[in-house]
């Protein structure tokens, strides 16, 4: 089982990024998606989750700014992040849980991706 995370990199302060995170191994369409993001040094915390009958989740930092979304024929989930702020910056991950309830706890996660770099300079 495999998450991949793809589309993370450098970008302005109030310009866009679109992440990706595409699943191999085992279908994820009966999972929680979700995104985390994490600074050195600190824990990693909740950004965004889709969930049961596609409803989202958004940390409050975050909304009316990102948005989540998942595509099962791809066995993937995207997020798209507007409005960046150099305190966007972190490296991204995405997870999966095996139960397709809403959790912002990481703990809840079996499985995850390896993470991608995002950095939004002022």
């Known amino acids: 089982v495999l998450l991949v995370e793809s589309g993370g990199g450098w970008v302005q302060a109030g310009g866009s990024m679109r992440l990706s995170c595409a699943g191999s191994?085992?279908?994820?369409?009966?999972?929680?998606m979700a995104w985390f993001r994490q600074v050195q040094g600190k824990e990693r915390g909740f950004v965004s989750c889709?969930?049961?009958?596609?409803?989202?989740y958004y940390a409050d930092y975050v909304k009316g700014q990102f948005v989540i979304s998942q595509d099962n024929a791809k066995n993937a989930v995207d997020l798209q992040m507007n409005s960046l702020k150099p305190e966007d910056t972190a490296v991204y991950y995405c997870?999966?849980?095996?139960?397709?309830?809403?959790?912002?706890?990481?703990?809840?996660?079996?499985?995850w991706g390896q993470g991608t770099q995002v950095t939004v300079s002022s």
């Open positions: 997870a999966s849980r095996e139960r397709r309830y809403y959790s912002s706890n990481p703990k809840n996660y079996k499985f």
């Open positions: 191994g085992r279908s994820f369409s009966g999972d929680a």
């Open positions: 889709v969930a049961w009958i596609s409803r989202t």
